[in-house]
């Protein structure tokens, strides 16, 4: 059975096609409308039909970020304006005239490592995205976990501080508003007065303030993720998103972690994701895969 997959992301919208041994027989690439619901929907069809032209049966999945909501069955939480509070799944299946899995891009970044990239020799697998946001995605026996409500893995919304920074979810003090890329960034310009973004700001070994910054990084790292050790016990943990590329994480913050987890004994592998950019658009393909 052929699988295609569509990430469906804020400014592009990338489709894949792969066969059944999941080697990648064709991949497009178009840029994602702005503000039109209808044209996005539009461009995922036209890439679809595309992609579909010369083969008769196939899986569909689609990524993107944001979920769909249990209690309405519309997509929350996009940073897609104009897809929230759309029946984007609906909507698709009625045009396409087929059923579709649609999970947001933590999950798909998840499953996707766990079926093919750095964690494939791994039944648990939790795999998180530092980037804009912060995300995660469970994985148990190459299936997603969702919950009850589907927020399973929603780790970046955990309070870290009681009464730290306010988030856009409502709360105050939820690790994304400590770890992710933007956060990072505020908090160095408030130190510094400088703009810059995070590979610059890196770049910066020598300065004492970097190593407040960092050090305060790396202590919201090590606890909050720490925190989701201690309950999962996953069998990996895998970073992605931009912030994956920062080299310190994968010894300093892989020792914050350690000293906060609640065990005499800690060696979670924590490690880079293999797939980089393209988890996205595998992982929606992986959607229906067993
Ligand atoms: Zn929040």
């Given at each position: 059975m052929?699988?295609?997959?569509?990430?469906?992301?804020?400014?592009?919208?990338?489709?894949?096609?792969?066969?059944d041994s999941?080697?990648?027989v064709?991949?497009?690439?178009?840029s994602?409308?702005?503000?039109?619901?209808?044209e996005?929907?539009?461009?995922?069809?036209?890439?679809?039909?595309?992609?579909s032209s010369?083969?008769?049966d196939?899986?569909?999945?689609?990524?993107?970020p944001?979920?769909?909501?249990?209690?309405t069955g519309?997509?929350?939480?996009s940073?897609?304006q104009?897809?929230?509070?759309?029946?984007?799944?609906?909507d698709l299946?009625?045009?396409?005239?087929?059923?579709?899995?649609?999970?947001?891009?933590?999950n798909?970044?998840?499953?996707?490592?766990a079926?093919?990239?750095?964690?494939?020799?791994?039944?648990?697998v939790?795999?998180?995205?530092?980037?804009?946001g912060?995300?995660?995605?469970?994985?148990?026996?190459?299936?997603?976990?969702?919950?009850?409500?589907?927020?399973?893995g929603?780790?970046g919304?955990?309070?870290?501080?009681?009464n730290?920074?306010i988030?856009y979810?409502?709360?105050?003090?939820c690790?994304e508003?400590?770890?992710?890329?933007?956060?990072?960034e505020?908090?160095?310009?408030?130190?510094?007065?400088k703009?810059?973004?995070?590979?610059?700001?890196?770049?910066n070994?020598e300065?004492?303030?970097?190593?407040?910054?960092?050090?305060?990084?790396?202590?919201?790292?090590?606890?909050?993720?720490a925190n989701?050790?201690?309950?999962?016990?996953?069998d990996?943990?895998?970073?992605?998103?931009?912030?994956?590329?920062?080299?310190?994480?994968?010894?300093?913050g892989?020792?914050?972690?350690y000293?906060?987890?609640?065990?005499?004994l800690?060696d979670?592998?924590?490690?880079?994701n293999?797939l980089?950019d393209?988890?996205?658009?595998?992982?929606?393909?992986?959607?229906n895969?067993?």
């Open positions: 052929y699988k295609i997959g569509i990430d469906l992301g804020g400014t592009k919208t990338e489709g894949i096609l792969l066969d999941l080697k990648t064709e991949r497009k690439r178009l994602t409308p702005k503000d039109s619901y209808e996005i929907i539009k461009t995922v069809c036209n890439l679809v039909n595309d992609l010369k083969i008769n196939f899986t569909l999945g689609i990524c993107t944001g979920a769909i909501s249990k209690k519309f997509l929350k939480n940073n897609t104009c897809l929230i509070g759309k029946p984007l799944k609906e299946e009625k045009k396409l005239d087929k059923k579709i899995s649609i999970e947001n891009d933590a798909c970044f998840a499953i996707s490592e079926t093919m990239g750095i964690a494939k020799n791994y039944s648990f939790f795999g998180i995205i530092l980037g804009t912060v995300g995660g995605g469970i994985v148990i026996d190459g299936k997603i976990h969702h919950g009850r409500t589907n927020i399973a929603e780790w919304h955990q309070t870290l501080h009681q730290g920074n988030c979810c409502g709360k105050k003090g690790v508003t400590y770890i992710s890329g933007p956060a990072l505020k908090r160095w310009e408030e130190m510094t007065g703009h810059q973004t995070l590979s610059e700001i890196v770049q070994s300065n004492s303030k970097f190593l407040t910054w960092k050090k305060e990084f790396l202590d919201n790292f090590g606890t909050s993720l989701v050790i201690d309950i999962l016990d996953p990996v943990v895998v970073l992605g998103g931009g912030l994956s590329n920062i080299e310190f994480l994968y010894h300093e892989i020792q914050k972690v000293d906060k987890v609640f065990s005499d800690v979670t592998p924590i490690l880079k293999s980089g393209s988890s996205g658009v595998f992982g929606a393909a992986l959607l895969y067993d």
